[in-house]
């Protein structure tokens, strides 16, 4: 497609699929000043791919609450070997979906691979739960971790006023996501410098752990000490523990959801992934390590912000530190869940799951607009509602559950396309270990938490009414299609978007023709 065609878009009516053309405007300057192509350009390279998969995994959550392992352990020594064992389930699952990233490789993520896999169906309830409830969820609870920890100063006294943090919050979400719109360069230079001072910062805790060991201030490390039982813990409860550990390394995913726009796809995925996740295994192991060395279980427990009380009792006047590194970090997360969750949200418009709008992108700057405003909208419309944290809940199930889909897709796929092209194949002991910690961690929680998991399960089946009226209805009326019509020309006079041109010639886009 060349220069001419750019001032053209492809809109797609009936059932987001037939093609019809309209005209987008003649602004020379803006037809001069676009790419020659317009596509989601590669601007990831290892480094930033690495900054992605840690920067999404490391949140407010290692800061504030690791208290949920120990509680459920009874110990220390237990609660340290289920965080060691946490980041080696991850390492199976990651290594799961290296296979699946290098083998489909499209942005999407878990949705892509279910779609290939499972058919469009399964794809779309797992694109469903996650543009409607699980990725805006998330976002609202990081932006207002951030905008607490920004206020707290303020309000030493008591919690920071909810319209306050509801603003400041807001404000930040917009910013950020002005910055995606604006520039993938941006948003993924912002995602490379919050990361590194997310390390920073537990560097920090970890080197001051480590120095209270050298002075011999490790009473409750001590093995007589770190399984000392105060408790003897159920089956239930250690698999309690396991999810608790498991949730804190969720996001670690999140680069399969930007594969297109990764330099070297079949080198970099895998490459990030093996560097990622046994970095954060460690950092997390050794930061709570470091926790143990300045407070008893009994004060960990106690504490609402486990980093914060550490930097009190060890680093003095020091100790503002660990509010900042807290808000930083929530910062960066919420940066790099806009621009991951941004091209689900665009990759399932571009299957016909979604309007055709959001399968569009800024003609110069090559971002998927409509797609990160339709998540800044639900984000805020989320804070706004006020049942956030209550929220959070059915998004934790929602997505162990989806991780476990996932992955048995990979054994499916192995069975159906034995002959596809695999640059990386795991051995099937993987994904099948994978699976049945997924099955008995499955169990438990619905035995534990039969009300969360049911209505978890509820949220992700209302798709399946909105699927077969939204998608798989073909004859829709004709005034309904005139309205659709209608919407997406006006969306893309507005956000300037286009479709974005293919080349055929990439090795991408046939990802399983070699079968």
């Not at 699929?17 to 601007?43: A, C, F, H, Y």
């Not at 995925?269 to 009994?298: D, E, G, H, K």
């Not at 949200?345 to 799951?353: D, I, K, L, Q």
Request: aromatic content about 12%; some cysteine.
């Amino acid at each position: 497609m060349g220069r001419k065609s750019q001032q053209r878009i492809i809109k797609r009516s009936e059932t987001f699929q037939e093609p019809v053309l309209t005209m987008l405007g003649n602004k020379d300057s803006d037809i001069k000043n676009s790419p020659e192509r317009v596509t989601l350009r590669k601007e990831i390279g290892l480094i930033s791919a690495c900054a992605i998969i840690i920067g999404n995994i490391i949140g407010s959550g290692i800061f504030i609450s690791p208290k949920g392992v120990l509680e459920h352990t009874g110990s220390i020594g237990l609660a340290l070997i289920i965080w060691v064992l946490g980041g080696g389930i991850t390492v199976l699952g990651s290594l799961c979906y290296a296979e699946l990233g290098v083998t489909i490789p499209k942005s999407g993520g878990d949705y892509s691979y279910a779609v290939e896999v499972f058919g469009g169906l399964p794809g779309f309830l797992l694109l469903w739960s996650g543009v409607l409830i699980m990725y805006p969820t998330t976002l609202a609870v990081i932006s207002m971790t951030f905008s607490n920890y920004v206020l707290q100063p303020a309000f030493p006294e008591c919690s920071p006023p909810y319209y306050a943090s509801r603003i400041l919050s807001t404000v930040c979400v917009l910013f950020l996501t002005w910055v995606n719109c604006f520039s993938v360069r941006w948003a993924t230079r912002i995602q490379d410098i919050f990361t590194a001072g997310k390390l920073l910062a537990l560097g920090v805790i970890i080197g001051v752990g480590m120095a209270q060991i050298y002075k011999g201030n490790y009473e409750e490390l001590k093995p007589q000490n770190a399984f000392d039982f105060w408790m003897t813990p159920s089956f239930g409860q250690i698999a309690l523990a396991f999810l608790q550990a498991s949730f804190a390394f969720s996001g670690w995913n999140f680069l399969n959801y930007v594969t297109e726009e990764l330099v070297e796809p079949r080198k970099n995925l895998p490459r990030a992934i093996f560097i990622s996740i046994p970095l954060v295994t460690f950092v997390y192991t050794f930061t709570n390590i470091a926790y143990f060395t300045a407070m008893s279980p009994q004060e960990l427990l106690s504490s609402n912000a486990v980093a914060v009380t550490f930097g009190e009792k060890l680093l003095g006047v020091m100790s503002w530190i660990m509010p900042i590194s807290v808000a930083l970090s929530t910062f960066g997360g919420i940066n790099g869940y806009l621009f991951t969750s941004s091209r689900l949200c665009f990759s399932g418009a571009r299957e016909g799951h979604l309007p055709s709008l959001l399968a569009m992108i800024h003609l110069k700057h090559c971002t998927p607009i409509p797609a990160l405003l339709v998540f800044c909208s639900t984000t805020i419309i989320i804070m706004l509602v006020g049942e956030t944290y209550t929220l959070i809940n059915y998004v934790s199930f929602i997505n162990y559950l989806c991780y476990g889909v996932t992955v048995l897709g990979l054994l499916v796929l192995r069975w159906k396309k034995p002959k596809a092209y695999r640059p990386i194949k795991v051995n099937l002991l993987i994904p099948v270990t994978y699976l049945i910690f997924w099955v008995f961690l499955l169990i438990f929680s619905l035995l534990s938490e039969p009300v969360v998991c049911g209505i978890g399960l509820i949220i992700i089946l209302t798709g399946v009414p909105v699927y077969f009226l939204g998608v798989h209805w073909k004859n829709k009326p004709k005034c309904l299609l005139k309205l659709i019509d209608s919407m997406t020309i006006y969306g893309q006079k507005l956000c300037f978007v286009v479709f974005p041109q293919c080349d055929v010639s990439e090795e991408e886009a046939t990802p399983l023709n070699h079968s």
